[in-house]
């Protein structure tokens, strides 16, 4: 079965820095995506890790450690725009052909000025 | 740029009834996608389609559902005999190809079954 889990939610400062962590047990790896969601809206892509080691791009950096099963991501300089839910999901390779990824719950990021 | 589109935004039905929820991937993907969202809950995978053929399905994709790409543009999710339980917000998603590429989101259709 596939497990993967997230804080519920999260506060934080205008121009802070905050981490995400996300832990996860799945029969198979294929990649770790990081997608970012605004209430009533779809998810958009932020970040995709499927080697170890931190991926960064722009204010946003995603951290992966596939041993421990583990990844996070690093907001930086954070704008109330960010207030956002934000969506870890665990791929997994195909049996019929596509990777399907898993979603965790998602963790509620508040950015308070 | 270019983007995966929904149509409609939002669909009102009474219980039992069927519904088709449109989506035109983007164009030179290959990869089609059809993903729930439960009001307040995790996004859950249904359906992927590749070659005009469902190659992964979850549990929740079961009988009453079904898909199709009637043209070269669209892909449709045809719920047969829709339950209260059915209402949630339905993504679709494409992705070029099935094993590296991210898959990108349309902005979902509302089900609500009454």
């Known amino acids: 079965g596939q497990n993967i889990d997230q804080p519920t939610e999260m506060t934080a400062t205008e121009g802070a820095i905050v981490q995400i962590n996300c832990t996860y047990q799945?029969?198979?790896?294929?990649?770790l995506f990081w997608y970012q969601q605004h209430a009533g809206e779809a998810p958009t892509f932020l970040s995709y890790n499927v080697l170890d080691g931190l991926e960064e791009k722009g204010r946003f950096s995603s951290f992966l450690s596939r041993s421990k099963g583990y990844s996070y991501l690093l907001l930086k300089e954070l704008q109330m725009k960010d207030s956002a839910s934000y969506l870890c999901a665990v791929r997994s390779p195909p049996s019929g052909g596509s990777y399907i990824p898993t979603f965790g719950r998602g963790t509620s990021l508040i950015v308070h000025p | 740029e270019p983007e995966v589109t929904q149509t409609p935004s939002h669909q009102v039905t009474q219980m039992g009834q069927e519904v088709i929820l449109h989506c035109v991937p983007i164009s030179n993907h290959l990869y089609f996608y059809w993903y729930r969202q439960i009001l307040g809950q995790k996004v859950e995978f249904l359906v992927s389609?590749?070659?005009?053929?469902?190659?992964?399905k979850s549990e929740i994709f079961d009988d009453q559902f079904s898909v199709e790409r009637p043209d070269g543009s669209n892909f449709t999710l045809k719920i047969r005999s829709t339950k209260l339980e059915d209402s949630a917000m339905y993504f679709c998603?494409?992705?070029?190809?099935?094993?590296?590429?991210?898959?990108?989101f349309g902005p979902g259709t509302r089900l609500l079954v009454l």
């Open positions: 998603a494409s992705s070029q190809d099935g094993a590296q590429e991210t898959q990108y």
């Open positions: 389609f590749y070659n005009n053929e469902i190659s992964e």
């Open positions: 799945t029969s198979g790896f294929n990649g």
